[in-house]
């Protein structure tokens, strides 16, 4: 069983701080392309940050310079560091990656069940 677990949420002021953390844990052979994505009230899923096997990066307009996303191979875990937190952050956040399965060696689409990020005074 293949599982993504995050952790990290909770409500913080504006110009705040959080990390968010991804576990990737069971069976796997390999975690390739890997990114976290917000959903607000209302609103569609829309893309945060992402980052490849390779380190190639891309980030939406709205966080760059102030949310940087790392990866820990070794500890399959996939970070979002979020800094200078503004009220529009407020959105449940999910984990995404791309799964190679030991046991089929075939890759997949996987998701977290994500996590609330309230940013408020």
């Known amino acids: 069983q293949v599982q993504l677990v995050e952790s990290g949420g909770g409500l913080v002021q504006p110009g705040g701080s959080l990390t968010l953390s991804c576990v990737v844990s069971?069976?796997?052979?390999?975690?390739?392309?890997v990114g976290w994505y917000r959903q607000a009230p209302g609103k569609q899923r829309e893309l945060v940050a992402t980052?490849?096997?390779?380190?190639?990066?891309n980030y939406a307009d709205s966080v760059k310079g102030r949310f940087t996303i790392s990866r820990d191979n070794a500890k399959n875990t996939i970070y979002l560091q979020m800094n200078s937190l503004k009220p529009e952050d407020t959105a449940v956040y999910y984990c995404?990656?791309?799964?190679?399965?030991?046991?089929?060696?075939?890759?997949?689409?996987?998701w977290g069940q994500g996590t609330q990020v309230t940013v408020s005074s």
């Open positions: 995404n990656a791309e799964i190679n399965f030991s046991s089929t060696r075939i890759t997949y689409n996987m």
């Open positions: 980052t490849t096997s390779g380190d190639m990066k």
């Open positions: 069971g069976s796997i052979f390999s975690i390739n392309d």
